[in-house]
């Protein structure tokens, strides 16, 4: 049965940085798009970022740019999320999600979440002001 379970979230003030880290068993993704979502309560899933099969290419949502970076570690199996200057409207569950049909970004695609076939529980990110 294939996982992907997220690690990392916390409580942290605003200004401070968090690393999200994502975990798959079951299943190899080292050939897949990987990438991150969150929800904050009564507000629809965010597009957070993506990251091509081999960590070439990323992008990001407009809310993260510049303050978030994607990476992966294929010999790990592993998706992280480095957030800086955190500010409270970050708040929100994080996810990580998994494309199995798609190595390279398609932007248009990638930035949708329901084109990602595997999903973990989520990690709580919550940031004081």
């Known amino acids: 049965q294939v996982h992907l379970v997220e690690s990392g979230g916390g409580l942290a003030q605003a200004g401070a940085s968090l690393r999200l880290s994502c975990t798959a068993s079951g299943r190899t993704f080292n050939n897949n798009v990987m990438a991150w979502f969150r929800q904050a309560p009564g507000k629809e899933r965010e597009f957070v970022a993506a990251i091509s099969w081999t960590g070439r290419d990323t992008f990001y949502g407009d809310s993260v740019n510049g303050r978030f970076t994607i990476s992966r570690d294929n010999g790990r199996n592993m998706v992280y999320l480095q957030m800086n200057t955190l500010k409270p409207e970050d708040t929100a569950v994080y996810y990580c999600?998994?494309?199995?049909?798609?190595?390279?970004?398609?932007?248009?695609?990638?930035?949708?979440?329901?084109?990602?076939?595997?999903w973990g529980r989520g990690t709580q990110v919550t940031v004081s002001s």
């Open positions: 999600a998994a494309d199995v049909r798609y190595g390279l970004i398609v932007k248009d695609r990638h930035r949708d979440g329901s084109r990602y076939d595997h």
